[in-house]
Every structure is written in structure tokens, then in C-alpha cells.
Nanobody, 123 residues
Framework: VQLQASGGGLVQTGGSLRLSCAASGRTFSSYGMGWFRQVPGKEREFVASISFNGDRTFYTDSVKGRSTISRDNAKNMVALQMDSLRPEDTAVYYC?????????????????WGQGTQVTVSS
């Protein structure tokens, strides 16, 4: 499967963005999906994951309550809705494919990375 993220942009503090990740290939629904982010000079960090069928999700504490990950297997897409954005959310966001039950195994590393999309939150 190949992944392409989109939807990033410049937003003010308190604003919202919806990131999308389009997947190619017939096996999308067999993967758990996740979002990561990275700022220059720092390691890429986990943001959220969703199981292969969408019945479980898991979030890092810093975005919990402000972000929602979802997927549409019929459209081969996964999304990350981010609300109440803060300057510290500024990063390049990457979607990734991983183990089917990813939320139950949050430390699992992704199998496949997509390209990133820049999110900038101005103060």
C-alpha cells in the first residue's frame, strides 16, 4: 500500500484542520493506521492510531480530547480531525500503516510511511 497525506496548512491558535491520508492498493483494510508528527531536530512522535476496522483508537496524551482519528475502508482513507490547535502542534504530520490492532499495541512501529503534510499553528 502507498500512502499520501494532505490537508495541512496554516491556522491560528484554537483553529481546526482535517488531515487526510489516501491509500492505494487492495490491502488497506487489513492495516491499522496511524498518524505521527515531527518537528526539526526532534524524533518523529506518535499522535494517534486506529484499528483495521475502525473499532478502536488510541491517542497520545497531548492531543487526546482535541483530535479524532477515523477511517473509511470503502474509500481507502484515514483522517485526523484536529481541533483547538496550539502552536506546539506545529509539525510535519505523517500517516502510516501498521499492525491491524495497533491501538492495543501502541509501541508497535509502522510498516509503511506516507509522505508528510505541514501543519503550522500561529500564536
Amino acid at each position: 500500500v502507498q500512502l499520501q497525506a494532505s490537508g495541512g496548512g496554516l491556522v491560528q491558535t484554537g483553529g481546526s484542520l482535517r488531515l487526510s491520508c489516501a491509500a492505494s492498493g487492495r490491502t488497506f483494510s487489513s492495516y491499522g493506521m496511524g498518524w505521527f508528527r515531527q518537528v526539526p531536530g526532534k524524533e518523529r512522535e506518535f499522535v494517534a492510531s486506529i484499528s483495521f476496522n475502525g473499532d478502536r483508537t488510541f491517542y497520545t496524551d497531548s492531543v487526546k480530547g482535541r483530535s479524532t482519528i477515523s477511517r473509511d475502508n470503502a474509500k481507502n482513507m484515514v483522517a485526523l480531525q484536529m481541533d483547538s490547535l496550539r502552536p506546539e502542534d506545529t509539525a510535519v504530520y505523517y500517516c502510516a500503516a501498521g499492525t491491524p490492532a495497533w491501538p492495543q499495541y501502541p509501541a508497535t512501529k509502522p510498516y509503511i510511511w506516507g509522505q508528510g503534510t505541514q501543519v503550522t499553528v500561529s500564536s
